[in-house]
């Protein structure tokens, strides 16, 4: 499928779809998973970080229904999945935080700032929630 091709709701796919839902946030995550150009809209990005965060406690807390007797987030199963699930999905995440930098018209390198535990990320936090900035074409593709 190639970047021009009309998606459902009619935005291509190389375009940020702006108040884009739930269900098409999710599936570009997966079809731009490689994909560090572009931009991606805030809808893109909060939908895909709020769906991954629930599949990552879900993974933690199932395997918890089968042995009742441990403790919360200490079923080692629970953990495992949950390592899995991030590292199944890091590359995207990381491809999906630089659009969403670009969109802010910001370097998709300030994602280096995870480094820097805490601070870094909150200085992030605060970057990923910025409006979008189409100013200049540098990180159009």
Known sequence: MSNDSVQPGGVALRDPWYGAPLSAAFRRFWR????FTGRASRAEFWWWWVTSFVVGLVLQLVPQLFTPGSAAFENPVGSYLFVLWG?????????????????????????????????????????????????GPRFDV
């Open 32 to 35: 731009k998973y490689t994909v």
């Open 87 to 135: 590292l199944a999905t890091l590359v995207g995440s990381l491809a999906l935080g630089a659009r969403r930098l670009h969109d802010a018209n910001r370097s998709g390198f300030w994602q280096f700032l995870h480094v820097l535990v805490g601070i870094g990320s909150l200085v992030l936090l605060v970057l990923f929630l910025l409006p979008s900035n189409p100013k």
